[in-house]
């Protein structure tokens, strides 16, 4: 099997977490999309979507899911999104895609959060994937000198512009052993939006496209 044939087996996967008449939050990128595909065929089921970004909402849209703007909404069921890594206590990295912030604000109000990845994406230690962090333009090399003292090696993501507004930095070379700690470090450093650790709030399951079929990990 194909890594997108992986990843479109557990996009479908997910619908078995969609639940009649709510809201559900969708997140960004590529296995989100046949995500997106799915849920199309239970439009009528659910009331709509919260997205996490300008490209999800385009797919959402055209598929005819109404989408909701996340301040009109109480309550969201559950998060389906993507990760770029993800570790056995389903902590994450994300913001391959420059939606970190996003995603991490409708994750923070989902009761559940359903992670879909292909297989190559789990991993014993994060950080071999670079840590994204988007920043305030303005504060780009204030932000690097401090994510160098943290031991990181940040590369500005040239060209590239959030959905906010505002730039991104991978942090390379780290071996992230206490995510929480350092997630809370990098979004105290002063013009930090936020960083692609989701850690303080982990997946509340994976679903895994592996060669052998659709595997469950929780925590
Ligand atoms: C976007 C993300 C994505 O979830 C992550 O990059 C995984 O993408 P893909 O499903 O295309 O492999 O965090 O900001």
């Known amino acids: 099997m194909?890594?997108?044939?992986?990843?479109?087996?557990?996009?479908w996967a997910a619908l078995d977490y969609v639940?009649?008449?709510?809201?559900?939050?969708?997140g960004t990128g590529s296995t989100v999309n046949h995500f997106i595909d799915a849920l199309a065929t239970r439009k009528?089921?659910?009331?709509?979507a919260v997205s996490s970004s300008e490209a999800s909402t385009a797919k959402l849209k055209a598929l005819g899911i109404e989408v909701f703007d996340l301040n009109s909404v109480d309550e969201i069921a559950v998060y389906v999104?993507?990760?770029?890594?993800?570790?056995?206590?389903?902590q994450m990295i994300k913001g391959g895609g420059a939606a970190l912030t996003r995603e991490k604000i409708v994750a923070a109000v989902?009761?559940?959060f359903v992670c879909i990845v292909d297989q190559s994406k789990v991993v014993p230690v994060l950080g071999k994937f670079p840590l994204p962090v988007e920043v305030v333009p303005m504060a780009r090399s204030h932000v690097g000198r401090q994510l160098v003292k943290l031991g990181g090696n940040p590369a500005w993501r040239?060209?590239?512009?959030?959905?906010?507004?505002?730039?991104?930095?991978?942090?390379?070379?780290?071996?992230?052993?206490?995510?929480?700690?350092l997630e809370r470090?990098?979004?105290?450093?002063?013009?930090?939006?936020?960083?692609?650790?989701?850690?303080?709030?982990?997946?509340?399951?994976?679903?895994?496209?592996?060669?052998g079929g659709v595997t469950t990990l929780r925590p």
């Open 19 to 26: 639940e009649d008449g709510t809201i559900v939050g969708v």
């Open 2 to 11: 194909t890594q997108d044939e992986l990843k479109k087996a557990v996009g």
């Open 44 to 48: 009528h089921d659910i009331k709509g």
């Open 185 to 211: 470090q990098i979004n105290a450093i002063v013009g930090v939006v936020t960083n692609g650790l989701f850690a303080d709030r982990a997946a509340d399951l994976a679903l895994v496209g592996t060669t």
């Open 110 to 112: 989902a009761r559940k």
């Open 158 to 181: 040239e060209g590239v512009v959030t959905d906010n507004g505002n730039w991104i930095i991978d942090v390379y070379g780290m071996a992230i052993i206490n995510p929480p700690e």
């Open 81 to 90: 999104d993507g990760a770029d890594e993800i570790n056995e206590r389903l």
